[in-house]
Nanobody, 124 residues
Framework: QVQLVESGGGSVQPGDSLRLSCAAS????????MAWFRQAPGKEREFVAG????????TYADSVKGRFTISRDDGKRTVYLQMNSLKPEDTAVYYC?????????????????WGQGTLVTVSS
């Protein structure tokens, strides 16, 4: 089991940059796929960026491609989301997510964890 805690959110102006961090505790995240999701007021939670346990093959939502970058440092047990050229529509609570599927005996197991979220507000 892994526990996740996000930080780095805040209130910024359009065009500013912000870096979110997701600190993990408990089990190592080395074999976990990691991702960032966000949820704006009145909207469904949506995928923002993901990075496999291998650290390659990152994926991004079309709305953030070219502006956001996800990375991981397994030694520091931390996942980052660098957000540049922020827009008002980026305003949301951002959540860190980890998941792993594995086989234990005859059973297929799936483990996932969510952080508590950190608020990002982009406005003038």
């Amino acid at each position: 089991q892994v526990q996740l805690v996000e930080s780095g959110g805040g209130s910024v102006q359009p065009g500013d940059s912000l870096r979110l961090s997701c600190a993990a505790s408990g089990r190592s995240i080395r074999r976990y796929s990691m991702a960032w999701f966000r949820q704006a007021p009145g909207k469904e939670r949506e995928f923002v960026a993901g990075i496999p346990y291998s650290g390659v093959g990152m994926t991004y939502a079309d709305s953030v491609k070219g502006r956001f970058t996800i990375s991981r440092d397994d030694g520091k047990r931390t996942v980052y989301l660098q957000m540049n050229s922020l827009k008002p529509e980026d305003t949301a609570v951002y959540y860190c997510h980890a998941d792993r599927a594995y086989t234990l005996g005859y059973r297929e197991r799936y483990v996932e964890a969510w952080g508590q979220g950190t608020l990002v507000t982009v406005s003038s």
